[in-house]
């Protein structure tokens, strides 16, 4: 192999390591090369091996997205203050583990407002059970309520 494109494999590898943010195409590479007055077949020679080299050596990039993303948990100020903190986390958990729909959340929303007083966990799990209890199975229902209350057993 000749020295020269050696050398210039050595720059190639060099130009991809300080620009691994931005794709380098070879254009850009054989445009720098050509101007520091390497030959233009010693170049090709040189990036033909690397871009060989560097196909066995990229990684694939995927990117594991869940197939629904939740939204923001958000309640008006007047609705929060009603909510014990036991009870606006178990909402929050609700929410999260996407164990009851947008449907859902508006239901509870609406039942809750009608509720007079402050909202306890105890409150929030009977209205979880009236609100919920006749659009899920019994098993549904018990996950929905291991989830609210923080069942442990339920995460494992």
């Known amino acids: ?6 050398k210039i494999e050595d720059k190639i590898w060099s130009l991809l390591r300080e620009n691994r943010q931005e794709k380098v195409s070879k254009t850009i590479i054989r ?3 050509s101007r520091q007055g390497f030959k233009s ?10 871009w060989k080299e560097r196909r066995g050596t990229q990684r694939i990039q995927k990117i594991d997205t869940p197939k629904s993303i939740p939204t923001n948990f ?5 609705d929060r203050m009603r909510l014990s903190d036991e009870s606006y986390l178990a909402l929050q958990r609700l929410h999260f583990f996407q164990m009851i729909t947008p449907l859902d959340r508006i239901l509870l929303l ?5 509720i007079p007083g402050r909202i306890t966990l105890e409150k929030l799990v009977e209205i979880v059970e009236l609100a919920l209890g006749p659009r899920y199975s019994y098993e549904v229902m018990k996950m929905i309520i291991g989830v609210a209350i923080g069942d442990e057993s339920v995460f494992m």
């Open 110 to 114: 609406e039942w809750i407002e009608q």
């Open 41 to 50: 077949s010693d170049i090709e020679d040189a990036l033909n091996r690397v």
């Open 74 to 78: 958000y309640l008006s100020e007047k």
């Open 31 to 33: 445009r720098k090369l």
């Open 1 to 6: 192999m000749n020295s020269e494109i050696k």
